[in-house]
């Protein structure tokens, strides 16, 4: 199902089970489908809190269920997942939290002419590292609203597309701390496609997003406004991909603040050179929200990977993972690099046994949030 969504790059994880995953069986309930699959991980990180001196280290059992309902028919589909994520930190039950994450999404094909997609989802989360305090963890949460509408045939020479998000989100720490982060965001966007030929088509964007912030003292009120042009293409068996291209504007409310203009690119490269080996380059530079009294954070990161399947019950995956993070209106760069390999072995259809390892280093211009990571990781997927 197709996504708009803010922009934004999350951390990278190492997942165990990206290519050799399990094939889960249905239970059907009437003209429902439902899914349950739980996953169990052990693992070890030597500096959770993300600390350049006296690092903390805690061994950590995980254990998330996932429950899918499904359900539709020729023209549409439903589908209601809740996950929850129990991690258990032995060596400080500060930082031990569970996830929640419920979502609701359908897409609707009305017409061979008109699609309509759209999305509810409620999150839940606690963060362990890049904390604003290094004694208790971020915790909040994302209430997301988003649909797209898109008319046009999918043969047809051109398309457009019309769409919205909207995030709402609001930190539930002890006392005002992490409060100046609270904000809505609405963004909306436009996309005229025009199809080359040889499965290949230019696309030209607007977004426009309004970040409102809760805490007026912040003054870090904003609109942000990106042109973007490029091309989608599904080409070949072995190739699909996607290039944005543009610039990007960041206006703030406040005179106090100064406003911002930067090249913004979003890629994303897909290389099949044979069935059972994957190649993934993902590239994006754009505008972040800002953290620690930046104004904003000018984001530019890269992410490639090769997922390759050696037999039919064993895989494994690479990653490296680069960005540099300047952040605007205080005196802080930060370089970070990760690279992981976990190997994935799957005995039967409906279980999937991961090993893996994740590096990160973070340099930062401030000391205190330089940092090194490792993380060792056992894990195992079950399904019916």
Known sequence: MRNITLAGVSLLCLSTNSWAEIDPQDIHIGVFRFTPTLELRESYNDNYRGLSTNEQESWITGISPTFLLSTGNRNSEYELQYNADNQTYHSDSEASHTDHHLRLRSIMELTSRHRLSWGLE????????????????????????????????????????????????????????????????????????HRLGGGV???????????????????????????????????TAKTS?????????KDFDSDTRKD???????????????????????????????????STINDWTTEATWDHEWTSRIATELKYRYSEREYEGIDRDDDRTSYGVGVTYSPDRWIDVGLSYLRTENDSTLDWRTFDRNIYMLSLELSL
């Open 122 to 193: 409620y999150h839940r989360v606690e963060e362990t590292s890049d904390t604003e305090s290094i004694t208790e963890n971020d915790k909040y949460s994302q209430a997301i609203a988003r649909a797209s509408y898109r008319y046009g045939a999918p043969t047809a020479r051109n398309q457009l597309e019309f769409g919205t998000h909207y995030e709402q989100r609001r930190y539930h720490n002890s006392g005002d701390l992490n409060a100046s982060e609270e904000r809505d965001s609405l963004m909306f966007n436009s996309i005229w496609y």
């Open 201 to 235: 088509r230019s696309l030209l964007e607007l977004r426009h997003t309004d970040h409102d912030y809760k805490q007026a003292s912040a003054r870090r009120d904003s609109t942000n406004v990106a042109v973007l042009g490029g091309a989608i293409w599904d080409a």
């Open 241 to 249: 991909g996607n290039v944005r291209l543009g610039a990007e504007r």
């Open 260 to 294: 911002f203009t930067s090249p913004m690119w979003e890629v994303g490269v897909i290389w099949k050179p044979r069935t059972y080996s994957v190649f993934n380059l993902n590239t994006r530079r754009a505008f972040d929200e800002g953290d620690d009294g930046a």
